[in-house]
């Protein structure tokens, strides 16, 4: 069943969500955050840049991000849900033997209010479901922990030169750039673990009208340069056979990581066209766009937050991509009943 949340009862009609918010910068997007008035806030990972295997010092970190004021006037409104991603587990792209993860764990249900009994504070990591609204307009909002379980990532050959410098010369030759990383083959690597596994296929077999998948990490994108869904290769197939196997009808991906906004869309070997709107940063801007056969329209490079909108009538998703004016960049409607396994 789905885990406890305090609007659990609330029909939502629009969800807003981000990631990538780093705690000593200024956070002037939670301005149109607020102002767009979210039924609910997903949180994506990256919400604070911890960094450490110092308790103190990620401590010291939650709380600049709990002293903003934007953030604080989105807590007092709004009902907000996290999941984490690699900077506030611990460490940049960290797995699971990341060595300070149970107090990264106890920070972070701490900060975002869960209670001593939750679940979260005991799984084999801190992913988590909810329900909210009524039966035909109920809303599944789900999240993996893809930190806690995963295997070592597989590094590209780069002649024994560190990353940076190995970038910076492809860059002045004016050669594609690929990221650290390439895709693992191993049918045992895994960013999930089987016990997360036995849930989330549980979590899909639950009745709703719309799904929420919200992943730290992108989807779809099919770069495996960067931390992703695609350099886990199992992890990725057996996600669309669990869809299909549960009938998981109502399903659309969310997504944070990469220091800029797309959207992207599968529909070969998938249950029904699987799509997956990726909004970050909430600070954060990256320089370098990697390719993405799967990216519909353009990639958005500024700061950003992502917005889904329900139209429980006409059965259909907005989804949006804001600017900091809250200006929509990005935007897509989704018609429900092509979200269907048939």
Known sequence: MADAHPASGKTLSRIAFGSCAKQSKEQPIWDAINAAQPDLFVFLGDN?????????????????LAAKPGFQKLRANTPVC???????????????????????????CDFWG???DSPRRARDGIYTAYMFGPGGQRVQVILPDLRWNRT???????????????????????????GPYERNPALDATMVGEPQWTWL??????????RIFGSSLQVLADFAGWESWMNFGRDHQRLFAAIREAK???????SGDTHYAELSMLDLNTPYPIWDLTSSGLTEVWHVLPPNA??????LRENNFGLIDIDWMKRELLMQVCDVKGTVRISRRVALDTLKVA
């Open 152 to 178: 070592p990532m597989r590094k590209l050959a780069l002649g024994g030169k560190p990353y940076i410098a190995w970038q910076t010369e492809l860059q002045k030759s004016g050669a594609p750039v690929p």
């Open 248 to 254: 998981a009808n109502g399903l659309v991906c969310i």
């Open 48 to 64: 604070i840049y911890a960094d450490t295997r110092d308790p103190k010092v990620m401590a010291d970190k939650y709380a600049l």
């Open 82 to 108: 996290a999941i984490w991603d690699d900077h506030d587990y611990g460490e940049d792209d960290a797995g699971a033997d990341y060595p300070m993860k149970d107090e990264s764990r106890r920070q972070f």
């Open 294 to 299: 799967l990216r519909v329209g353009d990639a």
């Open 114 to 116: 869960e209670s001593a």
């Open 201 to 210: 296929e549980e979590q899909l077999r639950q009745p709703a009208d719309v």
